[in-house]
Structure formats: C-alpha cells, structure tokens
C-alpha cells in the first residue's frame, strides 16, 4: 500500500467515527441556561424579533436610498443610460425606468448625469421594468407653476407658437395658453405674424381650471410701466409745452397721439392751416412728431393738441404786395349754398359769394358754377389782414352787360330768353347771363286768365319777348310775352261787334245763364232771360240757335249774346241803346298815353309792394 492510500484511508475512518458519535446541543450540555434565555415570543410568532434600533437603522437606509413609487408624485431621476429609443432613469426604486426619447424632444441636448422630473407611470410591465413618464411630470410640475405666477403676479417667458382666432397660442412652461390680440400691446396690432416664434414676457391674468385654459397678458406689464410714465408726465404737464410723441390712431375727426403713456388729441382742425379732408393726408401710423400742447381738463385725463401752432400762420406769411383789385388764381375747398372757399395760398381762403360769381340777379346756388377741387380766377373784393378775411369775385372778370343794355335791348326790340323763376305776379326771363327781365302775369297771354304762371309755362321753357320798359339805373327789365303777336281781340271787335249775329250752339249751363264757345277764345254768356225762344221755351245745352251780341268789352274780354233779341223789337231797343251808352263811356274813359303809362307804373309799384 502507497503512502497516498494509506492518508486517504485515515480520512474516511476519522469521518464514519464522528458521524457515527453522538451530537450534544447547548440545550442538552447546560439546560438551566438554555431555559432562562429562551425567547417564548419568537417561539410563539413563528418569526424572529429584531431590535428597535436596527430597524431605525434599516428605515434610515430605506428613506436615504429609494423612493416611495406613488402614482401621483414628481420625483427627480438621474439620465444614467441614453439608447437609440430611451433613456434609462434612476429614480433610486428597486430598478430603473424607461422614458421615450420622444419625451425630450424639447431637449435635444439630453446627456447621461442629467437630473429630470419624472412621474411613474407603470411601477411593473409585464417584463417586471419601471415606466415612468417625464412629459406628465412636466406638466404637472408646469401647472404647479403656472398657478404659482398667476396667485404671485410672477412675470413668467413665454414661446409664441402661431396665430390663432382672436389672438395668439403662447407655450408657457410647455402647457399652451392663449394670449388675446388685445393684450399683446397698449397700441392697436397691424401684423400679428411678427410676433411668432418670439419669447416675450408674459403675466397670467386667468386660470380656468375645470377646462384647464390660461390667459396670458404682455399689455400688463406694458400698462405697469406706463402708469408710472404717465404720472409723471401728467405732472409735468403745460399749456404751450412741445412734447414729441407717435401717432397710435387715426380717425375721421382727428389724431391720437402717444406722449409716452398719455394720449392725447389733435383734432383734425389743428393738423394744417390749409383744409383737409382726412387726416391721413398729413401723418401716417407710428409716425414720430411734434405737438403742442392746446388744453387739458382738469384732472389732465383728456389733452387736446395742436400740429399746425408749430408753424407760422400763412396769413401773418401773406406778402404785401397783395391788395384789393389783384387778380389771384385758387383752388375751390368748400362749396356752401351762399358761396365757396377758394384757398389762394396754402391756409389763405377766400370767399367767394354766389351773388358775385355771376351778373345774374336770379337766385341761384353756387354749385352751379363751380365744383370743389376746380381750379379758378378771381379778384380780390376785400382784404382784411387783422381779422383774416378775404372777399373774392368771379364776375368781376367779365364785362358788366349792363354798360351796354341801351344798345342790346332796346324797348319794343324782340328777343328769346328762358324761364328761369315763379312768382306770384310773372316769370322771370334770362335774356342772357347777367341780363334778366320780369314779365307780369298780364302780359303773358291776350285771350287766356291765367292765375299762376306755371299755368302757362315751365322752368327752362324758351320764351320769346319784347322789351316793354328799361330801367338801367335800377337794373330792371320789363318784357312782355303776348306783345310778340297781334292782339286777337282787336280783329274780334269787328267780328262780333255790337248786334251782329253768329249761329252757334249752347256749350254749358251756368248759374243765372249760359255760355257760348263762339270760338277758342270767345267764350259769349247769355242771362237766363234771353235764352227764350218765341215759342216760350227755352234754349237747351247743345241746341244751336242764332244769337245776337249784344255785349262787347275788349278790355275785360267781355261778351253777351242773346237769343230773344233776334225777333224781339223791345230787345233790340235796349242793345241799342247799351251801344250807345257804351259807346259814350268809352269816349269819356279814353285814356291819353300819360295816363296810360301811369296806371302801368301803379300796377308795377303794388306788385312790388311800394306805397
């Protein structure tokens, strides 16, 4: 046997003796002991007790090591693994969590060692891994904020991302809130676009948090500055003081001026010496200019301001040699029913009224001369420096028809005019500009009774005439319409002179009579009694019969006519005898020409209301 065998041989036979001798326990070597230290509360729980202050310790590692995984709480993880899809967080749990890359595409620059809020999603996949979620950790740590600045007033940066209806979407701490176009700026807003992809600073005025919308303001922040500028600018203020400022609105009336937080007014009417139409004629939006300062009220919440005072008045620029009798060149501004404003100079007007832009003595109104815009001559009538005023006339530049009336339209001489006037006594009649006659109601017709003028003609109806009376000192014009024929009556005197008799039937039944159309301007009564035939009846509407004048009076166009004095000898007596009275009458009333021309003087002095 080898020395090798002979140990291994030992080794087995000390082995089988020890399994083979019995095994004291410290129960069995020392029982009194073992009894006194037994611990009958382990014995009875089934688990063994640790001390108080190991698991002090323990908890103390716990807390110090790992995090409690709630569902609903932000912790802060440590990036400790980038992969081509996640990134692996450490949050201290009993493993790490996967988050999306695409949560971090905010972040492009995510590198391992960065500390990120994160919020656990799935304490356990089906894999036993930890999902935690960063972009709801962002939200709800944003919202924490956000509520923060609203009940804080913190001034917080927004991301403007585009345009939306009303205004614009703002991201604010990655949660989008809405920014009205009213409160972006203290000033109205033109181009919305040049305020996307801008940060700017924002204050959050309202949070409605069952639909989870914020409003945002930058006017806020903007009306906190200014409120302290406008204090002390309104203290500062006084009457006469130039301040510059910018143009912020535009209007039809005037201008609104920015002095740096306090607006003020320039009314349209201090923008120019010269007239306007619209004040964008002058200034533009966002214009930067000089102002004077007019008036305020009391509390300076309302300033009225003046462009034009910062410049000399063109009146006190007026050269000179400027003097009545000139003849000048202006532009129509403004057309009023008495006249028009010709501007001569830039901010010197004239006026000139409708009386003096034409000879004419008609009224008539001064769009029918000229429009505005027109560019015209006129003299000067007169000047008055000290109250700024200036006379001008158009007629002036046109010889006066009347030097030479005697000549043009001398009395008897006929003419053709046009209507131009109604009055209740005659039509007025324009022989030609500047030259007007009056034609009495009396002279229009020689066979007709006309009540009105219009009865007989229209405004702008052409009228021939002949020159009845010239009055040049008084400027007045007499014609005459029914002059311009022969006066039919004068035929008609001989025609149904007294006791000729005409055959003619009865055309109307008036009251105590007759009448009878013995042509278009003879129109014949006949009393009731001599309507008798000698059969005792009567003449009837429409029944034709001789009838006998036994009336005629050519200047009250006058006629009666009888049937009964055709076979009565007693009514031919009294028509001889009416010849004869009327015959003596006319003899006696016959009037000399003098007479003549002064009842038609009377006439004309009552129908122009003279005494």
Sequence with gaps: MSEKETNQAEVEATEATQAVAPVVSEAQANPEKFLKEFDWHNYEE???QVADTKLEEFEKLVSENFVDTLDDEVVEGTVITITD???IIDINAKSEGVISLNEFRYNPNLAVGDKVEVLIDVREDATGQLVLSHRKARVIKAWERVNNAH???EIVNGFVKCRTKGGMIVDVFGIEAFLPGSQIDVKPIRDYDQYVNKTMEFKVVKINHEFKNIVVSHKALIEADIEEQKKEIIGQLEKGQVLE?????ITSYGVFIDLGGVDGLVHITDLSWSRINHPNEIVELDQKLNVVILDFDENKSRIQLGLKQLSKHPWEALGEGVKVGDKVKGKVVVIADYGAF???E???????????????THLRSAQDFVSVGDEIDAVILTLDREDRKMSLGIKQLTPDPWTDITTKYPVDSKHTGIVRNFTNFGVFVELEEGIDGLIYISDLSWTKKIKHPSEFCNVGDTLDVVVLELDVDGRKLSLGHKQTTDN??????????LGTVHKAAITEMV???ATIDFNEDIVAFVPARHLEKEDGSKVAKGEEAEFKIIEFNKEFKRVVASHTAVFREEEAKIVKQAVRKQEAQAAEAKPTLGDANDALQALKDKMDGKK
Excluded: Q
Aim: without cysteine; hydrophobic residues 35%.
């Design 488 to 497: 039919p009556w004068d035929k008609y005197e001989t025609e149904f002179a």
């Design 342 to 344: 010709v501007e001569v």
């Design 245 to 249: 400022g910018i143009v912020k609105n």
């Design 511 to 513: 009251d105590k009579g």
């Design 85 to 87: 899809r996640d990134a």
């Design 346 to 360: 830039e901010g010197v007007e004239g006026l000139v009224h409708v009386s003096e832009m034409s000879w004419s």
């Design 151 to 153: 009940d804080t007033g």
């Design 46 to 48: 089934g688990i063994e």
